[in-house]
């Protein structure tokens, strides 16, 4: 199972394609609604999730968390403490973490791209602690870290998502599907 928080105020491509892509590749994700099951993006589009945050479970079955980015949604994502939770789950078990946009300035603010190299959105690079930040690349793996620089790039972004959670051939024929 894949959690995909959304958060109002989230860029809605940054979440939207990434879940698409996992889906059509047959992985579960799931929509987990901060606060509430309809959650406005930051473009007024509402979205009705799967789940609300307090139905979260985090145990063996979670595969990744996807944090999309999106203003207030990175900051209303940051002050949850569901999101809080996932985070730090995920990384005491292993698990990846994908954050686009602003969204990976969470994860430098906990110190967790420490030494690891990661993009996000012009000008966050201030905020991702000591990462060595990468400002040409459009998505960065490092680990179990996976970071991308905004909703321009959200198609790289999920069909690394499928990359690395299935393979890179199931990621190179989706993209010959979607013909990128």
Do not use: W
């Amino acid at each position: 199972m894949i959690y995909a928080f959304l958060a109002n105020g989230f860029e809605e491509t940054e979440a939207i394609v990434p879940i698409d892509l996992l889906r059509r590749c047959e992985k579960n994700v799931v929509t987990v609604g901060i606060g509430g099951q309809i959650i406005k993006g930051s473009h007024g589009i509402p979205v009705f999730t799967d789940i609300e945050d307090r139905e979260a479970v985090f145990d063996d079955n979670l595969e990744m968390i996807i944090l999309p980015g999106g203003m207030p949604g990175t900051i209303n994502l940051e002050k949850s403490d569901i999101v809080q939770k996932a985070i730090d789950y995920c990384a005491e078990n292993n698990i990846p973490i994908a954050a686009i946009c602003a969204a990976p300035s969470i994860l430098g603010h906990k110190g967790l791209l420490d030494g690891r190299k990661a993009c996000c959105y012009t000008g966050y690079d201030t905020q991702l602690g000591n990462a060595i930040f990468d400002a040409d690349a459009k998505v960065c793996i490092d680990g179990n870290y996976i970071t991308a620089r905004g909703a321009g790039v959200a198609v790289e972004f999920g069909l690394c998502l499928v990359e690395k959670l299935i393979s890179k051939e199931r990621s190179e024929t989706l993209k010959a599907a979607l013909l990128c």
